[in-house]
């Protein structure tokens, strides 16, 4: 048997858990809502870790950066061929081939990608909470070169991602790369949900009515997923943040980010957000056709 | 780096540097990056390091090539090869850290690469408690006993966690060259111990110690094996099986919650309290 891979790509805090728990509620016709904390795991977050010490003939925590990276790609084959259906991959990294060359997730193991982005305003405030940072310090990650932790003192947990700029990140998947891309922006499927699910679905190969994808936008209301994390916890939360689900709100920079760190952003991401008609003034035009 | 010959905690088991470790073995099932496993053997083949055999939970067989980096020779046979041999032998091979308090009651920490086991061992022995092994600890079931066996006397530390306890890693060996974690050596015990407790290591926010029964002890010894893929492979289920089955008998075993969450001087404390 095996599996294929469908992943949910994106700069943090850009509509990631959303868009995978829609999809796992169209994918397991689920009655009742899916629980954030019940979504596929085992490829993200620590169960990745755990994936590639049970498989990979050294630890990660005794193995050099580039070395973890070099394994990867065997450790998600390998998880791929005992799996079956499809498996929803959340994904941060930049699209990028490990030092061997390889392609990070094996284009032969990858069904489709969902690329998700959101104005780097939003962004920015949201992922300084994430972080428990500064909004001038979450600023300057996003127009660096990487982040990925210095591996130097500890491995960092879970394991090294090469996020990117925002830039490069937006690039990576939008580039010449071996997987079937669809985008969306943030703002558009908040705008109107249910046919920017269907559409996006529809695009990964889940075969459903826009009465199912309704059912399950209903089913991940944005107040929906702030109580149950209120209740039970989510453990994709970093241990530093506050909470996973702050806002959700297009806009959300307004009153937060300065006339410095919106003209910063905007001189760092100038190009990428033109391409994506995200506006120096934080309001979003229509996307040109075609993008990505 | 001198390479060892004789495996740690497996008294008699050899390691073997030799030209003839096969390419690749008949009738076996892929069972990890580079790892294949039939009853009596697996193999692991490391990209610019070499191959590995182990043989009948008694030798490991190794084929190196020119310019093979020691360290990492030396970890491939301190884990999977050691992990091999001890489940060929139909005994269990815990991802834990096994430590003595001071009144003689024989703990294995176990859980996850990176929750901390090596750093809540190490803060125990700042307390005075000794160290059994630490990375993959044996356990064997004889006589109605079940007990864990000495590891090589260090502990893998991050200079972190070092920086942490108050650990001097002056005249340690590094794990790595490029890397800053070192094999730091504690105070130890060098016999065979009548395990008493094992306590599993849990990320959850509060620190708190919940005892575990029925058949969630098995899963819990299962969940802790290390590579436990290689079990079936090598035919020695059922073995594995009676010897947990034993473990589970003989020892308490416990979640700790709160590991990595909560500061490690808590996590230390609480199990003290729960083996007095």
Known sequence: MTSKFCLVASYPKSGNTWTRLVFENLARGSVTPISINNMTGGVHGFGRRILFDALAPVNASDLLESEIESFLPAVFRHFAEQGTGQIFVKVHDCAHRSAMGEWLYPPDCVNAVAYLVRHPFDVAVSFAHHLSMTLEETVQIMGGADLVSSQIRALPLPLPQHLGSWSENVRSWLGSIPYRVTLARYEDIHADPVPAFHRLARSIGLQVTPTEVETAVEATRFDRLQKEEAVAGFREKPPSSPSFFRSGQPGSWEGKLDDALRARLFGDHAAMMERLSYRADGTVGPLPQPCG | ?276
């Open chain 2, 1 to 276: 780096m001198e390479l060892p010959n004789q495996v740690p905690s497996i008294p008699g088991a050899l390691i073997r540097f030799t030209e003839n470790v096969p390419t690749k073995l008949s009738d076996s099932v892929r069972v990890g990056v580079g790892v294949e496993a039939k009853p009596g053997m697996l193999l692991l083949t490391m990209p610019r390091i070499g191959r590995f055999v182990a043989l009948q939970g008694q030798s490991v067989d190794v084929q190196l090539r020119s310019g093979a980096e020691p360290e990492l020779v030396r970890l491939i046979l301190a884990g999977t090869m050691r992990a091999a041999l001890i489940h060929q032998r139909g005994e269990l091979a815990l991802e834990a850290t096994a430590v003595v308090a001071p009144s003689g009651a024989c703990v294995a920490l176990c859980g996850h690469s990176g929750l901390g086991k090596s750093t809540l061992a190490a803060a125990l022995v700042r307390l005075g408690w000794k160290l059994l092994s630490d990375g993959v600890v044996r356990v064997t079931y004889e006589g109605g006993v079940a007990r864990a066996w000495p590891g090589d006397g260090t502990m893998k530390l991050w200079r972190n966690a070092c920086d942490l306890l108050g650990i001097s890693t002056t005249g340690c060996r590094l794990v790595r060259k490029q890397i800053e974690k070192f094999y730091v050596p504690m105070p130890g015990v060098e016999t065979p111990e009548a395990l008493t407790a094992v306590i599993r290591l849990s990320p959850e926010a509060a620190c708190r110690l919940v005892s575990v029964d029925g058949d969630n002890r098995l899963l819990l010894l299962s969940d802790s094996t290390y590579r436990v893929a290689q079990v079936e492979a090598l035919g020695m289920t059922n073995s594995c099986l009676r010897t947990a089955q034993g473990v589970a008998k003989q020892t308490t075993i416990s979640i700790l919650e709160g590991a990595r969450k909560c500061d490690v001087s808590e996590l230390a404390a609480s199990i003290g309290k729960a083996v007095a």
